[in-house]
Antibody, heavy 123, light 110 residues
Framework: QVQLVQSGAEVKKPGASVKVSCKAS????????INWVRQATGQGLEWMGW????????GYAQKFQGRVTMTRDTSISTAYMELSSLTSEDTAVYYC????????????????WGQGTLVSVSS | QSVLTQPPSVSAAPGQKVTISCSGS????????VSWYQQLPGTAPKLLIY???KRPSGIPDRFSGSNSGTSATLGITGLQTGDEADYYC???????????FGGGTKLTVL
């Protein structure tokens, strides 16, 4: 069965960076995009960007441009999301989510999600 | 402020039907498919509807989706207490070149 298993909770100081991992299993890792979505406590979902594990092509939401980097290691079927220059506003649960690579942007959707990783930013 | 507008909350009695609206514009819903996600308390979102009206395997036909112009609707019939959750719509916005979500709707089954 398809599974996305994320790394554990992180506590960071303002100005630091965090790198969250997402290990995929149960399907061909390079056949689907990995997206990252975050959710602050009590708030809605916020899309951060996507990565194609095969081509390494990425696309980031404008809000995070210059501050987020999405990478992968195909040998261990793992995707990574690194966010830098953290502030308290970045305190949230971060989710990875799978999406069909072959889909046109208008036909995109997220069919499997990781369990989420809480990132807390506090001095 | 979300690009897609959803009502903050809806409620209905067990066994009844409820609809959740998602209003957008010509650069998103008016031009692309919508997907819907259910988020039970303390859990990750789950795909309910994709391509505006298709259900993934395992999703009961009590859940349905439809589009009309720049709005989309999620319908849930035969409400159960286990349906209490937050529901989000989402789609691609071509003007923003970004995926966008609605603000979410909290469903209460009275």
């Amino acid at each position: 069965q398809v599974q996305l298993v994320q790394s554990g909770a992180e506590v960071k100081k303002p100005g630091a960076s965090v790198k969250v991992s997402c290990k995929a299993s149960g399907y061909t890792f390079t056949s689907y995009d990995i997206n990252w979505v975050r959710q602050a406590t009590g708030q809605g979902l916020e899309w951060m960007g996507w990565m194609n594990p095969n081509s390494q092509n990425t696309g980031y939401a404008q809000k995070f441009q210059g501050r987020v980097t999405m990478t992968r290691d195909t040998s261990i079927s793992t995707a990574y999301m690194e966010l830098s220059s953290l502030t308290s506003e970045d305190t949230a649960v971060y989710y990875c989510a799978r999406a069909p690579s072959a889909a046109l942007p208008g036909q995109y959707y997220f069919d499997y999600w990781g369990q989420g990783t809480l990132v807390s930013v506090s001095s | 402020q979300s690009v897609l507008t959803q009502p903050p909350s809806v409620s209905a009695a067990p066994g009844q039907k409820v609809t959740i609206s998602c209003s957008g514009s010509s650069s998103n819903i008016g031009n692309d498919y919508v997907s819907w996600y259910q988020q039970l308390p303390g859990t990750a979102p789950k795909l309910l509807i994709y391509d505006s009206n298709k259900r993934p395997s395992g999703i009961p036909d009590r859940f349905s989706g439809s589009n009309s112009g720049t709005s989309a609707t999620l319908g849930i019939t035969g409400l159960q207490t286990g349906d209490e959750a937050d529901y989000y719509c989402g789609t691609w916005d071509s003007s923003l070149s970004s995926w966008v979500f609605g603000g979410g709707t909290k469903l209460t089954v009275l």
